[in-house]
């Protein structure tokens, strides 16, 4: 963040004409840092931390080889581009560096554009959609089935990576050279993943069910290599998953219990869980009671006026972006916001600078956090592995001098829109595309962002998606009532339930995966797999996982687990919320109503899902 930090000191230099011989030297420590980052340092850390090589060495070359292709494609395209540029007489030796700052800052302006667009609206939405708990609610229900579907493939593909371990392990002979690296990885498997590679000594393992390039892992060390690393995102997967589970189980536990507290009108808790009646250990603090008494009565207020602040200052961005091409008069908000300081001293001018850079820093970096390609740069709290905190920190850097010189615009602080003011420091040392063979590219582009806002506060996405690809993929999918929100409010009742049993958050999908194994492998290999209810619920079967064994049968006769009574309107809504059509519409004995499901759980999914 070196970069976002000196932009309000090149700022105040610039407007006191008190120049700063420092912030030269820093701008070329900062960008420079950051580019070698970007391109040379993490990248080699991304692919060295994953790599499944057992040798400082060998990883250290896989790394190299690896991003060796992915530069030797981008550098012969740039080298074509440079040569076209020469051929044409565009660009010279002296001006070959401009070119690439400019090439590298172009398209960090036209991603950074994107990113934002969408951030600049969706963060007042979701601001103003956090003040309503019900409709939080769903969208916690959602998550929670699409992350215990996620759950569950990473499950099938962790069970086949230990199968492999312990198929490859068993043919192995006692004196092979590469028996020792095999014994890493399944060192590695008993550490780090919960079905353990031993468990499976006492069951039968249908070998046989294995592909034929499956047992030939242990052929040679790249062989090995390349199982390890397979292992490695096998658990890193099923662990990242199951992270997002938990947290979306106890977000929605957090909200119905902030919404029960609302309708009833009591505060007296100071957990969440203990409103529902459920205990889940936790260290308890003297400010917990104020802080559960302020999320159940002004934070929805709170949140509503930071949302119309948010929304406030979106428009002031956008109609700073939109009014780029007009050097004068200046229309931009934030440059006469700067300008037109009563005091203007140095900390009032930074102030005024850095805040609208951080809004519009939060807006890139909040889109480029949820995009998880390929659950590759996936952030989960406490189960984020190092190459997703290396290609997010990789972008980070890539992004942030476009950002800076795209806000340098807004403010009307660089040569090509400045009207009678000196430039920065930093744009003086920036490239200005007038050596490229697109003119005013900077001034212009950011124009897009008007389009980009309205296609996203419209939900245009999902109509373009749905044109060119199957509707099932949708761009906004936290809105959505399908079968993933009916299977995650079925999850949420099974794990109050089970918490309410002393059962961790998780274990109602698969009660911990290796000590649920049968250990009676004559048993295992007469009889066909069991069916778990994670199993049942998605209609897969689990080769190793044995199903939790029911309880609290009278809360599965009545569909009622602890906390299900709810009082007054929005009690009623909850009761709508939770069941569904199939709610009864008669009152308790108090004469308070009462939530009364015509079908069980099971029922509720048979509903959802047609009986499958």
């Not at 105040?12 to 420092?22: D, F, G, I, N, S």
């Not at 080889?65 to 076209?84: C, I, P, R, S």
């Amino acid at each position: 963040m070196g970069v976002v930090a000196l932009v309000p000191l090149d700022v105040w230099a610039t407007l006191t004409k008190q120049p700063v011989e420092a912030v030269g030297i820093l701008w070329d420590i900062t960008y420079w840092s950051t580019q070698g980052a970007t391109w040379i340092v993490l990248p080699f850390y991304q692919v060295y931390s994953e790599a499944g090589d057992f040798t400082v060495r060998s990883r250290c070359w896989t790394s190299i080889k690896e991003n060796m292709l992915l530069y030797g494609v981008v550098g012969t395209l740039a080298a074509f581009g440079v040569g076209m540029l020469f051929a044409f007489q565009r660009v010279t030796l002296d001006t070959l560096m401009g070119v690439g700052i400019g090439i590298s800052n172009t398209f960090g302006l036209v991603v950074g554009i994107l990113l934002m667009g969408y951030g600049l609206v969706e963060i007042p939405k979701q601001m103003w959609k956090s003040g309503n708990p019900v409709l939080m609610l769903k969208q916690c229900a959602h998550k929670c089935g699409r992350h215990a579907e996620a759950v569950m493939k990473s499950t099938s593909e962790l069970e086949t990576v230990i199968t492999i371990i312990y198929a490859n392990q068993r043919q192995m002979r006692r004196h092979d050279a590469l028996h020792k690296y095999m014994d890493v990885v399944a060192s590695y498997a008993e550490t780090h993943s919960p079905i353990k590679p031993s468990l499976l000594a006492t069951r039968t393992v249908d070998i046989e069910g294995l592909r034929a390039e499956d047992l030939e892992y242990n052929y040679d060390l790249e062989g090995l290599a390349i199982l390890r690393r397979r292992l490695f995102w096998a658990v890193a997967d099923y662990k990242g998953f199951r992270a997002m589970y938990e947290k979306a189980i106890l977000d929605a536990f957090e909200l119905e219990a902030i919404a029960k507290a609302r309708s009833l009108r009591e505060y007296t808790s100071t957990q969440p869980t203990e409103a529902i009646g459920v205990s889940i250990a936790r260290r308890k603090w003297p400010w917990d009671r104020y802080l559960w008494i302020y999320k159940c009565t002004a934070r929805s207020y709170v949140n509503k006026v930071f949302a119309v602040i948010f929304v406030m200052t979106s428009l002031c961005i956008v109609w700073g972006e939109a009014t780029i091409p007009v050097p004068s008069p200046d229309l931009s908000p934030f440059s006469h916001m700067i300008r037109d300081l009563d005091r203007p001293d140095q900390i009032s001018i930074q102030i005024v600078t850095l805040l609208p850079l951080v809004y519009i820093c939060s807006c890139m970096y909040y889109t480029l956090f949820r995009i998880n390609a390929f659950n590759y740069n996936k952030l989960v709290p406490h189960a984020t592995v190092g190459p997703a905190l290396m290609q997010n920190g990789m972008l980070m850097c890539r992004f942030a001098a476009p950002t800076c010189w795209n806000f340098y615009h807004i403010i009307r602080m660089t040569k090509d829109v400045c009207n009678g003011c000196d430039p920065t420091v930093f744009s003086q040392k920036m490239s200005t595309m007038d050596v490229l063979p697109v003119s005013n590219f900077n001034t212009w582009l950011p124009v897009a962002l008007v389009a980009m806002c309205a296609i996203t506060a419209f939900n245009m996405w999902d109509m373009l998606l749905q044109c060119c690809t199957s509707p099932r993929y949708r761009f906004t999918v936290d809105d959505v009532d399908d079968a993933y929100t009916e299977k995650g409010r079925l999850l949420i009742r099974r794990e109050q339930d089970a918490a309410t049993r002393g059962l961790a958050i998780g274990e109602v999908l698969h009660a911990t995966l290796g000590s649920s194994i049968d250990d009676d492998s004559s048993a295992a290999a007469t009889s066909p797999p069991k069916r778990s209810f994670f199993g049942r619920l998605f209609g897969k079967k689990s080769t190793l996982l044995e199903p939790e064994a029911p309880q609290g049968t009278a809360a599965k006769q009545s569909g009622s687990p602890p906390g299900s009574r709810w009082v007054g309107s929005r009690g009623a809504e909850l009761g709508r919320f939770f069941g569904g059509s199939k709610t009864s519409d008669q009152g308790g004995g108090d004469g308070r109503p009462s939530r009364g499901p015509v079908s069980s759980l099971d029922g509720i999914f048979a509903d959802a899902t047609g009986g499958k």
